[in-house]
């Protein structure tokens, strides 16, 4: 509680008369208090950002697109480190350990952070206790696309060839548990389908089958088909997006499709190590949430078919919790035993 003892004795008698005026007085002294040196300083030498994924994939993209311009607001260099492997859990883990001083910092995505924690029993951190959440960064919508000799054009269609013939339908993914995996499971159990997951080992060899034909369908990131989908090698159904995206605007949402409960969306995340400094986190969410909204960077996202988003430390964790509790129903729904 503040002291009154800077207060002339004759106002004090007064003042404790008066709790709301002491109130005003402590506010207008607490206005007056100087900044805590970590935030008056910070930051004062360069800033690493954790990747946890190898160069020149989206996140990595995303990652130096983000630390440019970050790099001029805060006055100081962004070093970009890609640390890759264990499907994003090696870097992930580094910064889990890292000083809680603002100097290392991570943009990890939807595998790392939600997903491996539903499919892996021992964990090398803990999303929710390990990390704080600085702001969602962008959300990259999964689109749903099938081979050009599967005879539907629109997901009411696919669900009833689907119906018409159960177990008879394919997806394939990059693997039992990855994205694109779960994602076909959250589909199959909310239209009621019977439809089988053919797991490959990555998503390439996967794709590749399905413009064979040798499976029919697939839940993948947009910048994978959209090469396929331009050149009608795959046929886009719906993207599970909010709205259509611009760079397929005449692709519908899965919510326009009649599947408003359909939500399996990848996205990327800045955190800091638990600990860190109130002060610095605010300091990263308000100047990557101003670059994040600004024009430029939407402009930069969507040809990647991703949205920028900018939120606030407490919105993005909501939705860690959130998605935290969504993929470990999906791994259950799935069958998939954590190992």
């Known amino acids: 509680m503040l002291s009154t003892g800077c207060v002339p004795s004759r106002m004090k008698g007064d003042l404790m008369k008066h709790p709301l005026r002491l109130l005003c007085l ?23 950002i954790v990747a946890p994924f190898p160069a020149g994939g989206g996140l990595d993209l995303v990652s130096r697109a983000l630390g440019q311009r970050l790099s001029t607001a805060l006055g100081q260099s962004i070093i970009i480190d890609n640390r890759s492997g264990a499907d994003g859990m090696i870097g992930t ?15 990890s995505s939807t595998g790392p952070m939600v997903i491996n924690p539903a499919l892996n029993i021992k964990m090398p951190y803990d999303t929710l206790r390990n990390f704080a959440p600085i702001t969602l960064v ?41 994205g694109a995996h779960l994602a076909g499971e959250i589909f199959r159990t909310i ?82 190590p638990a600990g860190t400094p109130k002060e610095i986190v605010s300091r990263l969410n308000y100047e990557s949430a101003k670059i994040l909204r600004s024009q430029e960077m939407r402009d930069f996202m969507s040809p990647q078919g ?11 964790s909501a939705h860690i919790r959130s998605e935290l509790a969504k993929w470990a129903q999906a791994v259950k729904t799935a069958g998939v035993r954590p190992h």
């Open 26 to 48: 402590m506010s207008l002294s607490l206005l007056n208090l100087p900044l805590p040196a970590a935030a008056q300083t910070y930051p004062n030498r360069p800033v690493r």
């Open 93 to 107: 883990e580094q910064v889990a350990k890292a000083a809680p001083d603002g100097y290392t910092l991570l943009i």
């Open 138 to 178: 962008v959300v990259q919508p999964l689109c749903l696309v099938v081979h050009p000799s599967l005879p539907v054009k629109s997901v009411k269609e696919l669900i009833a060839l689907a119906k018409a013939k159960p177990g008879q339908l394919n997806y394939g993914s990059g693997g039992i548990g990855n």
């Open 191 to 272: 239209t009621s389908i019977d439809i089988v997951h053919v797991p490959y080992k990555g998503a390439a060899p996967a794709v590749v089958d399905l413009l064979a034909g040798q499976v029919q369908m697939m839940l993948n990131s947009i910048p994978v088909m959209l090469p396929f989908i331009k050149s009608a090698k795959l046929r886009a159904l719906a993207v599970g997006a909010d709205k259509r995206m611009a760079i397929l605007p005449e692709v519908p949402t899965m919510r326009e499709s009649g599947i408003a409960k359909f939500d399996a969306n990848s996205w990327y995340g800045f955190f800091a």
């Open 306 to 316: 991703a949205e920028a988003i900018g939120d606030s430390p407490e919105e993005f």
